[in-house]
């Protein structure tokens, strides 16, 4: 008998692979760094045409190539933005959960959800890893009968042992 293990499927938000490649904030970068390569394997990677979007519109060309090259490197699968997201998204900012400033941070959530991901990965503490947001997101999920998502930054997905934030 074959024993498989089933991989949890995790979304990251362009805020992980992005902070592979920024300078600016080190400890952040080499816990990114130190989680693709050991780390990832152990999940099942995605990521959005959002994600893809954001990343389209940095300015910075070598880190743009970088991120794209980081993410096909580790076999991230693209999920589509579809209308069901769209309208779970209007749903976490209607609510509260998601500043009406930030659509995308929504859109990541949503997606996250709609597809029955198990967890997503952020380096954004101000508007998805934070406590009210967390809660209301759970909230609507179980009131509109999608899971709860884990949300957290890379820390809680076996980063933590690389540095602390």
């Given at each position: 008998?074959?024993?498989?293990?089933?991989?949890?499927?995790?979304?990251?938000?362009?805020?992980?692979?992005?902070?592979?490649?920024?300078?600016?904030?080190?400890?952040?970068?080499?816990?990114?760094?130190?989680?693709?390569?050991?780390?990832a394997l152990n999940f099942e990677l995605y990521i959005s045409v959002v994600t893809i979007e954001e990343?389209?519109?940095?300015?910075?060309?070598?880190?743009?190539?970088?991120?794209?090259?980081?993410?096909?490197?580790?076999?991230?699968?693209?999920?589509?933005?579809?209308?069901?997201?769209?309208?779970?998204?209007?749903?976490?900012?209607?609510?509260?959960?998601?500043?009406?400033?930030?659509?995308?941070?929504?859109?990541?959530?949503?997606?996250?959800?709609?597809?029955?991901?198990?967890?997503?990965?952020?380096?954004?503490?101000?508007?998805?890893?934070?406590?009210?947001?967390?809660?209301?997101?759970?909230?609507?999920?179980?009131?509109?009968?999608?899971q709860v998502i884990e949300i957290g930054s890379l820390e809680l997905f076996g980063g933590a042992k690389?540095?602390?934030?």
């Amino acid at each position: 008998m074959i024993k498989t293990s089933i991989k949890t499927k995790l979304y990251l938000d362009t805020s992980i692979p992005s902070a592979y490649f920024d300078y600016s904030k080190p400890l952040r970068q080499l816990v990114s760094q130190k989680w693709f390569e050991n780390e990832a394997l152990n999940f099942e990677l995605y990521i959005s045409v959002v994600t893809i979007e954001e990343v389209e519109r940095m300015v910075n060309i070598k880190k743009k190539t970088n991120i794209k090259e980081l993410l096909l490197d580790n076999n991230v699968k693209i999920l589509k933005l579809t209308s069901e997201a769209i309208k779970l998204a209007d749903q976490y900012v209607k609510e509260g959960a998601i500043p009406q400033s930030e659509p995308a941070d929504a859109y990541h959530i949503a997606i996250a959800s709609t597809y029955g991901i198990d967890a997503l990965a952020s380096w954004n503490f101000k508007h998805i890893v934070s406590i009210n947001p967390i809660k209301k997101i759970h909230e609507i999920n179980k009131r509109l009968n999608y899971q709860v998502i884990e949300i957290g930054s890379l820390e809680l997905f076996g980063g933590a042992k690389y540095g602390s934030l």
